[in-house]
């Protein structure tokens, strides 16, 4: 099982940037995935997670900027990240499986994103 995270880059404030996480080797649509990011010197943090209803709940920093969806038919989840600001600079991590949406089974490596001023 892998989970691939892409469509990190350079961007400036206010801009926009679309990750997508493609998962291969088991299909997740019956399971919540999820969003993370981890700044340099900071702890993993939570973006969001989606329900395999596609109930999505993101967290509080991001809300109203960033948007999540997914493709069960391509076994795809994405996140629309709008308003960018230097502080969403991180690396993106794309985590899937569990019935919780808290606990995950599977992680991507990671797309990088920074926000410059």
């Known amino acids: 099982v892998q989970l691939q995270a892409s469509g990190g880059g350079l961007v400036q404030a206010g801009g926009s940037l679309r990750l997508s996480c493609v998962a291969s080797?088991?299909?997740?649509?019956?399971?919540?995935m999820g969003w993370f990011r981890q700044a340099p010197g900071r702890e993993r943090e939570f973006v969001g997670r989606?329900?395999?209803?596609?109930?999505?709940y993101v967290s509080n920093s991001v809300k109203g900027r960033f948007t999540m969806s997914r493709d069960n038919a391509k076994n795809t989840m994405y996140l629309q990240m709008n308003s960018l600001k230097p502080e969403d600079t991180a690396v993106y991590y794309c985590?899937?499986?569990?019935?919780?949406?808290?606990?995950?089974?599977?992680w991507g490596q990671g797309t990088q994103v920074t926000v410059s001023s």
């Open positions: 985590a899937a499986g569990g019935a919780s949406g808290i606990s995950y089974d599977y």
């Open positions: 080797g088991r299909t997740f649509s019956n399971e919540y």
């Open positions: 989606m329900s395999s209803r596609s109930d999505t």
